[in-house]
Nanobody, 123 residues
Framework: QVQLVESGGGLVQAGGSLRLSCAAS????????MAWFRRALGKEREFVAA????????YYTDSVKGRFTISRDNAKNTVYLQMSSLKPEDTAVYYC????????????????WGQGTQVTVSS
């Protein structure tokens, strides 16, 4: 069982930066591939980024490549999403998720989810 708690969301102007954190409970965090998803108002949840349990590989959706960076600190049981050059279209509730195994982009592949943190980017 893994419990996930996101933090770091807020209101930021376009072009600004935010860093989201996701703290995980349990002693097996290092065995989980971690991902960030987001859901904008009126839209379906979409994949944003993921990092393999080994930390050796990452994957991003095209719209955030070069702007967002996912990282993890297994000693702190935490995964991060550094977001830069934010755009109004990045406005959404951001969720972290955990899965055993390889990086996948489908939400159904992830077993554990946090409650989400709101990110609002003003123009």
């Amino acid at each position: 069982q893994v419990q996930l708690v996101e933090s770091g969301g807020g209101l930021v102007q376009a072009g600004g930066s935010l860093r989201l954190s996701c703290a995980a409970s349990g002693r097996t965090f290092s065995l989980y591939t971690m991902a960030w998803f987001r859901r904008a108002l009126g839209k379906e949840r979409e994949f944003v980024a993921a990092i393999h349990w080994s930390g050796g590989s990452t994957y991003y959706t095209d719209s955030v490549k070069g702007r967002f960076t996912i990282s993890r600190d297994n000693a702190k049981n935490t995964v991060y999403l550094q977001m830069s050059s934010l755009k109004p279209e990045d406005t959404a509730v951001y969720y972290c998720a955990a899965s055993r195994g390889a990086i996948r982009v489908g939400a159904r592949e992830y077993d554990y989810w946090g409650q989400g943190t709101q990110v609002t980017v003003s123009s």
